[in-house]
Structure formats: structure tokens, C-alpha cells
């Protein structure tokens, strides 16, 4: 029996059982049975292989509807096996995690392997093999309720074999395969888990981890693709601590890596600089660590004046960069912290202010950077025709009057004129010559 049988893993793992274990039985579940996408051409398919194959409607997490399922089950060949493959993804954070999308993540995992647990104990079962995941054993980002459904089954798989029963927990990695649970995940994502040092898993290298996992004697097996020299030094997971070598840290850097103390030397480092230098560092920080959330190679593609949400950072990911700029700069910053200062210029700005608020208010911010503010301003308004040709109008005039600022001026005494001047200049030129805009 396959739950999520007709699904993209399932239907693969149906296909291996069949073409290289000799399996000839095959009850294949899914909530919709051969009304599933693809379900009827897999039935033939495996047919033609040899093998009997019946493709049942079943919603799993639902126990007397389990109960049904088993008991037609042919008694000339009665059930040997379970492998438990189906499960939901919704991730959130825990502010977002609603009762609701609690219990839709953890019904199909956690309700159905119970189900499947209660109703087959007194079987002589070779095997009950459940689908984990590898958010069970160390996180991830925005998937709490996945993470929890996934080591209750870790744990469940543990129970039966101090019962004597078979249990096998599969932990697997990033499948390759875009189908099924692994569909919604963005390449950026994929990006990411790679340049953690977790290179997806193809198709064929799941089924090879597959079967070299089910002649394990451990109730928990984790299968994963896993590139110890590019997982980062400074975040590696405890569960891959042993398997990475680390260079020797002294207790003076140790006091420099975390907390206050990291916040104490980025402060150091600044305070020698000019303000345009000190922005420059900490937006060089920024774009840094929004490359690595995103899975960028390098931070040239995070643009510094360009909002978040265009680079394209979620609830999820913004929670991933304001937790790495935590551990940078030793600030505790607000989950928050990408929408309110949405672009790396803001941002960093606004680091500035945190880790050396008296030098940044003794610096005047220059007008690029209070344009950034006014640009990241009217992109959150919803304006009409009349209002946007007005300030299209202004701002054109604006335009004409720092072009046409004298004969003579170049276009880097104009750049020098922008970056010298304070935000007073800038408010008073927006109040002069856009005051009238909400009259419009």
C-alpha cells in the first residue's frame, strides 16, 4: 500500500517497486483516486509491467474510511507492506500558523499515520515505511507545522520498533522533482538549499537513497544530497557540526561572532569612517546577506536602490535576512524589518541609527538617499491620472532646475551638489515645489 500513490514521488516509487523489486500487488492511494491527474495511464502502465494494480480514492486521515480501504484488501494476497508518501505543505510563520493551517498540515501526515499505525498492528508487516522530512530534525524557515508533522512521524516509526513492529522514518532532503509537495518551491528556493550546501536530490538518486535505506536496522534514516565544503561555517546546522571542518576560534573572536559583541565591532569598524563610507559598508552588508538569502552567487544582483519585494523577498525570506543581519550587526531588528525600510539604502540607514545612533544624528542624510525614501513613499500610494501627471509636472520641473543650476555646471559638480546636500534641502524643495500636490 502507497499513500500519495499516484502522486509524483509515489507513482516514481511505484514504478521502482514494480521494475526492481518484482513487486506484483499494488494498492495505490490517493484522496482522488484514479480521477488524479496522470492515475489512469500509471494503472496501464504498471499493468503492462505485469503487476496488479488497484488505484483507490481514500482520504487516509480519516480512519473509518481506512478501515474500508483495508478490508478490501484480496485475503489470497493479503497486505505486507505500508509506505506512508503522502503530506501537505503550508508554510508561514508561527505568527500566520492559524489552528486551521496547523491541523491541514498535519492531518495527512500525522492523522493518516496513525490510522495506518492502529489498523495494521496485528498484521505480519515486512514493512512500514513512513516519508519525513528533514525539517523535522533541523528546521526551516516558515515551516514549523511541516517541521512538527515530520518528527511526530520520526517519533512514530521509533514507537514500533520498541514494540517490535517494522518502522522506517525516511528524513529526505529537497527532491528535484517539481510535482507533487515539492511543486509550489521557487528556483530561488532550490538556490538557496544549494548554495547551503544541500543540492537537491534527481529522481533517480532518491530511488537509489531508497533503497539502500530500507536495509538499515535504524528506525531513522535521513537520505540527503549533502556538500560539506559549501555549507556556511558560521551557520552550519548542529546535525552537520561534526561533518564540517571548522577552522580554531579564539575566545576574543568568539566574543566578536554573537550578541552585543558583534554589534560592538561592526561599531568599531565604523567609526572612523565618513557617513557616505559608514552607509556604503552596511548596504555592502545588506546586499550581502539578501544574495545569500536568495541564492544569488554574489551580491551584484541585489540592487541597491530597489525595493525587497522586487528582488523578491517573502514573509519567509525576510525573516531569513533579518535573522542573518541579526547575528552581523548583534541587534535584536523586527521580523518587520524589509517592509519598513524597504530598500538597502533605508535599510542600512537605519542600521547606522541602531548600532551608532549619535553619529547618525549628528550626519545629515544626503538627498539620493531621502529620494529613495520619497521613491519607496509614492510607490505605496494608489494614485490617479490627474495626481501622477501632476507630480510627473513637478518633478520634471525639479529636474530643471538641478540641471540648469549654471551654464558651466558639469555633471559631477551636480553629483557633488546631491550627495552635500541635507535632508532641510530636500523638504524644502518638496514643500516648495510639490506643497500643492494634495490639492489635486
Known amino acids: 500500500l502507497i499513500t500519495g500513490g499516484t502522486g509524483g514521488l509515489g507513482a516514481e516509487l511505484a514504478r521502482h517497486l514494480v521494475a526492481e523489486h518484482g513487486m506484483r500487488h499494488l494498492l495505490l492511494v490517493s484522496r482522488r483516486g484514479l480521477e488524479a491527474a496522470g492515475a489512469r495511464d500509471l494503472e496501464r502502465e504498471l499493468a503492462a509491467r505485469g503487476a496488479q494494480v488497484t488505484v483507490a480514492a481514500c482520504d487516509v486521515a480519516d480512519r473509518d474510511a481506512v478501515a474500508d480501504l483495508l478490508a478490501g484488501v484480496d485475503a489470497e494476497h493479503p497486505l ?7 503530506g501537505v505543505l503550508d508554510d508561514g510563520t508561527i505568527a500566520s500558523l492559524t489552528p486551521e493551517r496547523l491541523a491541514g498540515v498535519l492531518r495527512p501526515k500525522v492523522d493518516a499515520a496513525w490510522h495506518l499505525h492502529e489498523l495494521t498492528e496485528g498484521m ?27 518528527a511526530w512521524l520520526d517519533a512514530l516509526t521509533a514507537r514500533r520498533r520498541a514494540q517490535g513492529l517494522p518502522g522506517l522514518s525516511l528524513a529526505w532532503g529537497l527532491w528535484a522533482q517539481t510535482t507533487g509537495i515539492t511543486g509550489g518551491m521557487s528556483q530561488a528556493d532550490v538556490q538557496r538549499m ?24 535504524s528506525p531513522l534514516v535521513i537520505p540527503v544530497r549533502l556538500n560539506p565544503p559549501t ?22 573572536a568568539l566574543s566578536e561572532t554573537g550578541g552585543g559583541g558583534a554589534g560592538a565591532a561592526l561599531s568599531g569598524r565604523l567609526t572612523d569612517l565618513p557617513h557616505p563610507k559608514r552607509i556604503r559598508m552596511l548596504i555592502d552588508l545588506v546586499r550581502t546577506q539578501a544574495a545569500a538569502v536568495l541564492g544569488h552567487p554574489d551580491s551584484t544582483a541585489v540592487e541597491v536602490r530597489r525595493e525587497f519585494r522586487e528582488l523578491g523577498f517573502d514573509s519567509l525570506t525576510a525573516i531569513e535576512l533579518r535573522n542573518r543581519l541579526n547575528t552581523a550587526t548583534g541587534l535584536r531588528l523586527p521580523s518587520t524589518l524589509v517592509f519598513d525600510y524597504p530598500t538597502p539604502t533605508v535599510l542600512a540607514e537605519h542600521l547606522l541609527a541602531e548600532i551608532a545612533p549619535g553619529e547618525a544624528e549628528a550626519a545629515k542624510p544626503s538627498l539620493l538617499e531621502d529620494l529613495d525614501r520619497f521613491e519607496a513613499a509614492l510607490s505605496e ?48 524643495i518638496i514643500e516648495s515645489e510639490l506643497g500643492h500636490l494634495k490639492e489635486l
Open 80 to 86: 505486507t507492506a505500508v509506505i506512508h508518501t503522502a
Open 124 to 150: 505480519d508487516l515486512a514493512g512500514f515505511v513512513v516519508f519525513s522530512s528533514l525539517a523535522g530534525l533541523m528546521g526551516g524557515a516558515g515551516q514549523g507545522n511541516y517541521a512538527a508533522a515530520n
Open 194 to 217: 544549494t548554495a547551503a550546501g544541500l543540492p537537491p536530490i534527481s529522481t533517480e538518486q532518491g530511488l537509489e537513497l531508497f533503497d539502500a535505506a530500507i536495509g538499515s536496522d
Open 381 to 428: 500610494d494608489t494614485m490617479d491620472e490627474i495626481t501622477r501627471n501632476g507630480i510627473a509636472t513637478r518633478l520634471r520641473q525639479l529636474l530643471g532646475k538641478v540641471s540648469g543650476s549654471g551654464a558651466g555646471t558639469s555633471e559631477i559638480a551636480v553629483a557633488d551638489m546631491l550627495e552635500s546636500a541635507s535632508a532641510e534641502d530636500l523638504l524644502g
Open 231 to 252: 555549507l556556511p561555517q558560521e551557520q552550519v546546522p548542529p546535525l552537520f557540526r561534526g561533518l564540517v571542518r571548522g577552522t580554531r576560534r579564539t575566545a576574543a
